[in-house]
């Protein structure tokens, strides 16, 4: 997830010189399909905490601000309800849904 939001909401260019970062967590559960993933077979849960920068080279006329952190704050959660509280399985039923998966999504 961390991937994830950074692609999807970063703003700007990556060697900008200002950023404001917002920061939240979600709860899933979910479960692997592979011997590989030992006990992690088996239904558990997790929690993901989520960076998001946001970045730009100027700041905003007379704000003097990268973005509104609510605005911001906002965002992310819009993104991120989608998968709190849920059981990533029936979300994505044909793939181990590792944290790895969860950045390309």
């Known amino acids: 997830l961390f991937c994830m939001l950074n692609l999807f909401l970063s ?7 200002y950023t404001l970062g917002v920061r939240d967590s979600i709860m899933i559960a979910h479960s692997f399909n592979g011997e590989e993933f030992g ?4 239904m558990h849960g997790a929690t993901y905490t989520c960076d998001v920068e946001f970045k730009c080279d100027e700041l905003t006329n007379k704000l003097n601000w990268v973005i509104d952190i609510g605005r911001a704050s ?4 819009k993104v991120l309800k989608k998968y709190d509280l849920k059981n990533l399985n029936k979300i994505f039923p044909d793939e181990n849904t ?3 998966f969860m950045c390309r999504v």
């Not at 703003?11 to 010189?17: D, E, R, V, Y």
């Not at 006990?39 to 088996?42: C, D, G, H, I």
């Not at 906002?74 to 959660?77: M, N, P, V, Y």
Request: glycine share 0%; charged share 30%; net charge negative.
């Open 74 to 77: 906002d965002a992310l959660k």
């Open 11 to 17: 703003i700007c260019l990556s060697n900008a010189k």
């Open 39 to 42: 006990p992690a077979q088996e």
């Open 98 to 100: 590792t944290t790895e």
